[in-house]
């Protein structure tokens, strides 16, 4: 029997999407697959909610969109700051260093978010040309404050890129209205795609900033300018070769971006809300402890659970053997003290109970001492109580 998938991406998928990877190979310059790539970068900027925004839909994984988004805006020399919460936000800084930037970091114990007071006195002295945020990161379960950083950069004059790999269209985010200017995502997380896609929204400002530059950008495959005629070309109806497009890829985008669309934005973060609430409960009510030391900075795609005291990192295999996969820590100060459980994409109640069944009994299994069937009732509660 198949394993439930609820770790932090890739994640479950809708079965029209998986149809669309299976469906015959069209060419890239076919009627129809110009058609569906040209609907799937409408739709992507319908759902990064940015109307002005260039989008971007290229071969490769998350990390891919965030060296696109560094290797087009950032210059040798130019100074970055990277809003650090953990794993993703570390590896945004490296990116940024290969591509010459002078990073600062404002950090966070891990569980914590920087305040968008601490950003502002960092900005405050000046000379930054960009500051990065990753949207949740994915290592620790933290949700960043992204719409009072987006609003704060945009205040300063200074570029922000968002990492939203493991938020975008499960996370409530609003490009244009919070200003931020670049999103960026990838496709095997709440996007609801197999791995293989960078996606990327570029606003106006961002585009301009590529436009100006100095230097050349240092990678041709990362190259805006190999990339926006195509993108262009697509949206209009025409085709055009750069590189391969991986074209069963963009037809599944295209699929599950309509299925997103067609559940409504505000309905899609409203649900995981409601799930990330429920599993919270459950959490709680089994004695266990969140990493994220706030509600405030918990994000809503997944959760971050400390193992209980007497249980170890072999918790997962356990659950696993319940027939739900689920994933171990990933921040390197707490690797081996917690567990991560993804809840974004189709998750609704019925993997929801699923998943917290197999935790308990494998919590059970372990040592640990609940009543059984505590946290399913304290999830079944939150998610009665609406
Ligand atoms: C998963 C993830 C990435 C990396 O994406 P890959 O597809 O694994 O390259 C980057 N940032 C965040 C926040 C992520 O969750």
């Given amino acids: 029997m198949r394993d439930l998938l609820m770790i932090p991406g890739p994640v479950e998928f809708e079965q029209e999407v998986l149809q669309a990877l299976g469906a015959p190979t069209l060419g890239h310059t076919d009627p129809a697959f110009i058609s569906l790539f040209g609907r799937a970068l409408k739709r992507l900027r319908e759902v990064s909610l940015a109307p002005g ?3 971007f839909v290229i071969s490769g994984s998350g990390t891919l969109a965030m060296e696109l988004a560094v290797a087009n805006l950032v210059e040798p ?3 970055a700051l990277v809003v650090n919460t953990g794993y993703f936000s570390d590896r945004m800084a490296k990116i940024l260093e290969r591509h010459g930037a002078k990073v600062t970091h404002v950090r966070a114990a891990p569980g914590d978010a920087p305040s968008v007071a601490e950003v502002k006195g960092h900005l405050e002295r000046g000379g930054f040309k960009v500051v990065t945020v ?3 990161d994915t290592s620790t379960g933290v949700l960043a404050p992204v719409e009072g950083l987006s609003r704060l950069a945009r205040e300063f004059g200074v570029l922000s890129v968002v990492d939203g790999v493991c938020a975008t269209a499960g996370e409530v985010f609003h490009q244009d209205a919070w200003g931020a200017d670049v999103y960026l995502t990838a496709s095997q997380k709440a996007v609801g795609v197999p791995p293989g896609l960078a996606l990327l929204t570029v606003g106006p400002r961002a585009m301009e900033a590529w436009r100006q530059r100095r230097t050349p950008v240092a990678s041709v495959y990362c190259d805006f300018a190999e990339w926006l005629p195509i993108m262009e ?3 209009a109806g025409k085709p055009a070769y750069f590189a391969t497009p ?3 890829l963009v037809h599944a985008l295209d699929v599950s971006l309509g299925l997103i ?7 899609r973060f409203a649900r995981h809300q409601r799930m990330a609430r429920a ?3 459950a959490w709680a009510a089994l004695g266990l402890r969140m990493l994220p030391v706030s509600e405030a900075v918990t994000a809503n795609t997944l959760s971050a659970v400390y193992y209980p005291e ?5 918790l997962v295999g356990r659950v696993k053997t319940e027939g739900v996969v689920v994933a171990g820590g990933l921040h390197p100060d707490l690797k081996a003290r917690y567990f991560r459980v993804g809840h974004m994409n189709r998750v609704g109640p019925a993997d929801l109970l699923a998943t917290v069944g197999a935790v308990e009994r494998a919590l059970a299994a372990s040592g640990h001492r609940f009543q059984p069937g505590a946290g399913l009732s304290a999830a079944e509660s939150s998610l009665t109580s609406r």
Avoid: K
């Avoid at 669309?261 to 309905?267: F, V």
């Avoid at 007497?310 to 072999?314: K, N, T, Y």
């Fill in 261 to 267: 669309l067609a559940e409504g934005l505000e309905a």
């Fill in 310 to 314: 007497g249980v170890d990192a072999s």
């Fill in 134 to 136: 990753t949207h949740v």
């Fill in 233 to 235: 070309a697509y949206e």
């Fill in 246 to 248: 991986p074209v069963n």
């Fill in 77 to 79: 020399g130019d100074a």
């Fill in 53 to 55: 925004a260039q989008p």
């Fill in 279 to 281: 599993f919270r409960a």
